[in-house]
């Protein structure tokens, strides 16, 4: 990831960032200010009107009734200017432009499926073109998500069964984070994707590429989507244990469930574990971490199997 | 009445050699404690109690902190994280932030502030106590039944699925609810029927004020959140679909109710924290609050504005857009008063005469942690840059500067102040500064690069984080150790004071309200003996002359002395 942020904010990277950014800082300096106003009054009132003697007994103070007006008004107009500016650029990050490129974006506990105009379908990686508008459509097929890319200042909860949206027109080639800010259970910290902003060119030819599903051998497509479809996360694919079983040696060897009956694990039964993983569970891991993956397509899952007996 | 029975059923209080009679020792029975109806031991069973919850929740967040010290997995695997910072918010909010000082000293403070016997209800504030527990034994139960790790605000789908101990839960929320409506309820009848002849509502203190306006809203807002608990306990269990979309319901809504409640909780967090300060700021400047009508009126302002602002709490959640603008418009006049108070509390000083112990520095400490709460309040409520900050660790920062900055440093000042008149002991006066200046700089070494980290896009609740955020939070980290440290320290001099402390005077401060004008340290089972009579405001120095002796003579002053104190006496309380 690129870095040219500031001290406080991340790289900016859209074209609503820096206005947003000059919003952030206008209230930064004038929150310094009034802070040491208050702070550096506190100090010299401290200072000056400290306790000479135990007997100090000073005269009660007639109250300054400008000056109490004063502090309610000067705040008051503050407040106003920056709600109606914060107003205005939300106005900006909410109306998407007529003309945005739709992408269509599924959010599930604990990753992210994009889906393209031309049939593409990728996980946990989004692809966009620089300076043009784009529009993510958004759902969840379980819990609340919500849709976070810090680099372009966008955030937008994803909700099951409605449809939310966020737009943004990326200024900047590169790669990004994008999070997923509302809190979804277990692997809610590990729910990150990269964005990818690409030339125009350089995206319609990944497009064309993504669109491609058909053509790739099986194995290939299994790791692909073994990435994208975030199976690394828990398994992995080098022996080690993680929430997970390894994939290493998988195939073909002997599983104890956790009734204790011992199984072979051939092709369909990858296929159950990947469509109904909670029905059946290894033992020494814990049932209903990993979700149910029945809405890949056949091939997909062809290929997710054809790959785990690589491994 | 009920104290004569106590006193048959304790041991003699004629057992102590020359200790005159006080709340504390007129009986010593465990069971004189359990059933005592007495305001100051209630609240003396709540401070024990919320002690001890601030203690756990306390250690839950070191082993956050902990966790977040490297990426990856440091000290737990991400469902022990998950549960761990759930625990830390439930505990803090629902059983330490909203009934802290309230229970504590409002309890204790209140009728002494007010020149009456007891609240107006006293076996329903036992009551509440007792309601309280049961709130938290559910919580306990709750842990050993199974996990909760929905966070404390218990989104819904996330927490309609989950494990069956969130059931337990959220009826342990329900339950501790109306331990906070008692008390609400009592305070208000209280204020209104039981103040001593003389005491108009312009000579109430502040604190008074502020824990009446506080009341008003523990009476109207917690229903809502009872209500909403149920709700939610009855779609799990009967299958309604209200929240949860897989039944039919909106998760929308549960949002909605909720911050019903737990926004104007905040002010159930806040308001009273204000009322101790305006306390602090008089009494260790020996000067009239400035604006003494703006600020308690304000109070009452912020409790009734504090029910329209909810929704600043879901800009991002998918609520209409003009939603968001009205509530952010709201948003920003209730940040007013607030900023108001500040001003007022500043411009008290002016031509004091400042004495810096130990609750002052907490209540200076508390202008300055609560402007940057403030201020940061300012800026998630801008639209446009909330879009960025919500949901990171920016507003994780901002509220723990409002919550802990505020109200905790607030209480901590209100203890120091007030403990002497509660156990009759003085506590360790250097240590006392030293405490102060450990949470002081380790509060904000804890706190400030959390802003820095949430403003660069740290996600909140996130077990594990990139790499790029881990700089930042181990600095968080370390320091938070500083705070720890200086907390720890608190709860040693108190512990210590107690047994071995010097004997505290009446009006150690030179405090002019009838806590310490009226009553011994500590004061008698029944307050006061006689029913005082106010001819003065509660900040009238000028006037205070059972406090200081009268006028220009320089026979009394207010510094450790028992009046009118001698030179020698003086010397010795330094």
């Given at each position: 990831?690129?870095?040219?942020?500031?001290?406080?904010?991340?790289?900016?990277?859209?074209?609503?960032?820096?206005?947003?950014?000059?919003?952030?800082?206008?209230?930064?300096?004038?929150?310094?200010?009034?802070?040491?106003?208050?702070?550096?009054?506190?100090?010299?009132?401290?200072?000056?009107?400290?306790?000479?003697?135990?007997?100090?007994?000073?005269?009660?103070?007639?109250?300054?009734?400008?000056?109490?007006?004063?502090?309610?008004?000067?705040?008051?107009?503050?407040?106003?200017?920056?709600?109606?500016?914060?107003?205005?650029?939300?106005?900006?990050?909410?109306?998407?432009?007529?003309?945005?490129?739709?992408?269509?974006?599924?959010?599930?506990?604990?990753?992210?499926?994009?889906?393209?105009?031309?049939?593409?379908?990728?996980?946990?990686?989004?692809?966009?073109?620089?300076?043009?508008?784009?529009?993510?459509?958004?759902?969840?097929?379980?819990?609340?998500?919500?849709?976070?890319?810090?680099?372009?200042?966008?955030?937008?909860?994803?909700?099951?069964?409605?449809?939310?949206?966020?737009?943004?027109?990326?200024?900047?080639?590169?790669?990004?984070?994008?999070?997923?800010?509302?809190?979804?259970?277990?692997?809610?910290?590990?729910?990150?994707?990269?964005?990818?902003?690409?030339?125009?060119?350089?995206?319609?030819?990944?497009?064309?590429?993504?669109?491609?599903?058909?053509?790739?051998?099986?194995?290939?497509?299994?790791?692909?989507?073994?990435?994208?479809?975030?199976?690394?996360?828990?398994?992995?694919?080098?022996?080690?244990?993680?929430?997970?079983?390894?994939?290493?040696?998988?195939?073909?060897?002997?599983?104890?469930?956790?009734?204790?009956?011992?199984?072979?694990?051939?092709?369909?039964?990858?296929?159950?574990?990947?469509?109904?993983?909670?029905?059946?569970?290894?033992?020494?891991?814990?049932?209903?971490?990993?979700?149910?993956?029945?809405?890949?397509?056949?091939?997909?899952?062809?290929?997710?199997?054809?790959?785990?007996?690589?491994? | 009445?009920?104290?004569?029975?106590?006193?048959?059923?304790?041991?003699?209080?004629?057992?102590?050699?020359?200790?005159?009679?006080?709340?504390?020792?007129?009986?010593?029975?465990?069971?004189?404690?359990?059933?005592t109806l007495d305001h100051k031991r209630i609240g003396v069973l709540y401070a024990v109690t919320l002690a001890v919850v601030f203690l756990i929740a306390g250690l839950l967040a070191m082993a956050v902190r902990v966790e977040l010290f490297v990426p990856g997995e440091t000290i737990m695997d991400n469902d022990t994280y998950n549960q761990t910072f759930t625990m830390h918010g439930i505990m803090m909010v629902f059983l330490f932030i909203v009934p802290s000082i309230p229970a504590i000293l409002g309890n204790f403070v209140l009728p002494l502030h007010l020149g009456a016997k007891d609240v107006a209800f006293p076996r329903l504030n036992l009551a509440s106590w007792y309601v309280y527990m049961t709130g938290g034994a559910l919580v306990v139960t709750a842990l050993l039944v199974g996990q909760v790790d929905t966070g404390w605000t218990f989104y819904t789908p996330y927490s309609s699925s989950g494990d069956m101990?969130?059931?337990?839960?959220?009826?342990?929320?329900?339950?501790?609810?109306?331990?906070?409506?008692?008390?609400?309820?009592?305070?208000?009848?209280?204020?209104?029927?039981?103040?001593?002849?003389?005491?108009?509502?312009?000579?109430?203190?502040?604190?008074?004020?502020?824990?009446?306006?506080?009341?008003?809203?523990?009476?109207?807002?917690?229903?809502?959140?009872?209500?909403?608990?149920?709700?939610?306990?009855?779609?799990?269990?009967?299958?309604?679909?209200?929240?949860?979309?897989?039944?039919?319901?909106?998760?929308?809504?549960?949002?909605?109710?909720?911050?019903?409640?737990?926004?104007?909780?905040?002010?159930?967090?806040?308001?009273?924290?204000?009322?101790?300060?305006?306390?602090?700021?008089?009494?260790?400047?020996?000067?009239?609050?400035?604006?003494?009508?703006?600020?308690?009126?304000?109070?009452?302002?912020?409790?009734?504005?504090?029910?329209?602002?909810?929704?600043?709490?879901?800009?991002?959640?998918?609520?209409?857009?003009?939603?968001?603008?009205?509530?952010?418009?709201?948003?920003?006049?209730?940040?007013?008063?607030?900023?108001?108070?500040?001003?007022?509390?500043?411009?008290?000083?002016?031509?004091?005469?400042?004495?810096?112990?130990?609750?002052?520095?907490?209540?200076?400490?508390?202008?300055?942690?609560?402007?940057?709460?403030?201020?940061?309040?300012?800026?998630?409520?801008?639209?446009?840059?909330?879009?960025?900050?919500?949901?990171?660790?920016?507003?994780?920062?901002?509220?723990?500067?409002?919550?802990?900055?505020?109200?905790?440093?607030?209480?901590?000042?209100?203890?120091?102040?007030?403990?002497?008149?509660?156990?009759?002991?003085?506590?360790?006066?250097?240590?006392?500064?030293?405490?102060?200046?450990?949470?002081?700089?380790?509060?904000?070494?804890?706190?400030?690069?959390?802003?820095?980290?949430?403003?660069?896009?740290?996600?909140?609740?996130?077990?594990?984080?990139?790499?790029?955020?881990?700089?930042?939070?181990?600095?968080?980290?370390?320091?938070?150790?500083?705070?720890?440290?200086?907390?720890?320290?608190?709860?040693?001099?108190?512990?210590?004071?107690?047994?071995?402390?010097?004997?505290?005077?009446?009006?150690?401060?030179?405090?002019?309200?009838?806590?310490?004008?009226?009553?011994?340290?500590?004061?008698?089972?029944?307050?006061?003996?006689?029913?005082?009579?106010?001819?003065?405001?509660?900040?009238?120095?000028?006037?205070?002359?059972?406090?200081?002796?009268?006028?220009?003579?320089?026979?009394?002053?207010?510094?450790?002395?028992?009046?009118?104190?001698?030179?020698?006496?003086?010397?010795?309380?330094?």
């Open positions: 990831m690129g870095n040219n942020g500031t001290v406080w904010l991340p790289e900016s990277a859209s074209t609503v960032a820096p206005e947003v950014d000059w919003l952030f800082y206008f209230v930064y300096w004038t929150s310094i200010v009034i802070t040491l106003l208050v702070v550096g009054g506190m100090i010299y009132l401290v200072w000056k009107y400290r306790r000479k003697s135990d007997e100090d007994r000073p005269e009660p103070v007639k109250e300054s009734k400008l000056l109490e007006i004063s502090w309610v008004v000067v705040p008051t107009i503050l407040v106003l200017l920056v709600f109606t500016w914060g107003f205005q650029g939300y106005l900006k990050l909410t109306v998407a432009p007529s003309n945005a490129y739709e992408i269509q974006a599924t959010a599930f506990s604990w990753g992210w499926s994009f889906d393209y105009p031309n049939g593409a379908s990728v996980g946990n990686e989004l692809h966009v073109p620089v300076d043009r508008p784009v529009r993510l459509n958004m759902s969840s097929e379980d819990v609340l998500h919500s849709l976070f890319i810090p680099a372009f200042r966008v955030k937008q909860d994803v909700l099951p069964d409605r449809y939310t949206s966020v737009w943004f027109e990326a200024t900047q080639e590169g790669e990004y984070h994008l999070f997923c800010s509302e809190y979804c259970g277990t692997q809610h910290a590990e729910m990150i994707a990269t964005v990818h902003v690409h030339s125009q060119a350089d995206f319609d030819e990944w497009l064309a590429d993504a669109a491609m599903d058909e053509d790739v051998p099986l194995p290939e497509l299994g790791e692909r989507l073994f990435g994208q479809q975030g199976c690394q996360q828990c398994h992995s694919v080098d022996g080690t244990d993680g929430i997970g079983p390894t994939m290493q040696g998988l195939f073909g060897s002997e599983r104890t469930m956790q009734d204790g009956e011992v199984l072979e694990a051939d092709e369909n039964y990858l296929r159950q574990m990947i469509i109904n993983p909670g029905e059946r569970v290894v033992e020494g891991y814990q049932a209903g971490v990993m979700p149910p993956y029945g809405r890949l397509s056949e091939r997909e899952i062809n290929a997710l199997i054809a790959y785990i007996k690589e491994q | 009445m009920d104290s004569s029975k106590e006193t048959q059923s304790g041991a003699a209080p004629e057992t102590e050699h020359q200790e005159p009679h006080n709340y504390l020792n007129h009986a010593k029975t465990i069971k004189s404690w359990l059933l101990a969130i059931l337990y839960m959220t009826m342990a929320i329900f339950i501790a609810g109306f331990s906070s409506i008692f008390t609400g309820l009592n305070f208000i009848v209280t204020i209104h029927k039981m103040r001593a002849p003389g005491l108009t509502w312009n000579r109430l203190p502040l604190f008074v004020w502020s824990i009446y306006a506080t009341s008003i809203v523990m009476v109207l807002a917690t229903p809502v959140i009872g209500i909403t608990m149920i709700l939610l306990f009855m779609e799990r269990l009967l299958q309604i679909g209200i929240f949860d979309p897989a039944l039919g319901g909106d998760p929308i809504l549960f949002q909605h109710f909720f911050w019903f409640y737990s926004h104007p909780a905040v002010y159930i967090m806040i308001l009273p924290a204000f009322g101790i300060i305006s306390e602090l700021m008089t009494t260790f400047s020996r000067q009239r609050i400035f604006g003494y009508k703006a600020i308690a009126l304000s109070s009452v302002a912020i409790a009734l504005l504090g029910f329209l602002v909810w929704g600043h709490h879901m800009f991002v959640s998918g609520q209409s857009a003009i939603s968001s603008i009205v509530f952010s418009l709201i948003t920003y006049l209730i940040g007013i008063p607030s900023g108001i108070k500040i001003f007022n509390w500043v411009a008290t000083m002016y031509k004091g005469s400042i004495w810096l112990q130990t609750p002052m520095l907490y209540a200076l400490s508390f202008l300055f942690l609560f402007t940057i709460g403030g201020l940061t309040g300012i800026m998630v409520g801008v639209l446009s840059v909330d879009v960025h900050l919500h949901d990171t660790y920016f507003v994780v920062s901002h509220f723990h500067y409002v919550m802990m900055g505020g109200t905790v440093i607030a209480l901590l000042g209100g203890m120091h102040y007030w403990w002497p008149k509660i156990t009759g002991k003085m506590y360790n006066e250097t240590l006392g500064k030293i405490a102060a200046g450990l949470i002081f700089i380790g509060f904000n070494a804890t706190f400030f690069p959390q802003l820095i980290l949430g403003a660069q896009g740290m996600p909140r609740r996130y077990a594990t984080y990139v790499e790029e955020f881990t700089f930042l939070h181990q600095v968080s980290t370390v320091s938070s150790f500083i705070l720890a440290a200086g907390l720890f320290l608190v709860l040693g001099y108190m512990m210590h004071s107690m047994f071995f402390g010097r004997k505290a005077s009446k009006n150690p401060w030179g405090g002019a309200t009838l806590e310490w004008t009226m009553t011994t340290s500590p004061p008698d089972p029944h307050n006061f003996t006689r029913t005082p009579i106010i001819t003065r405001g509660p900040y009238d120095f000028h006037l205070a002359d059972e406090v200081f002796g009268p006028r220009h003579t320089g026979d009394g002053a207010g510094d450790g002395a028992t009046e009118p104190a001698t030179p020698a006496e003086r010397e010795a309380s330094r």
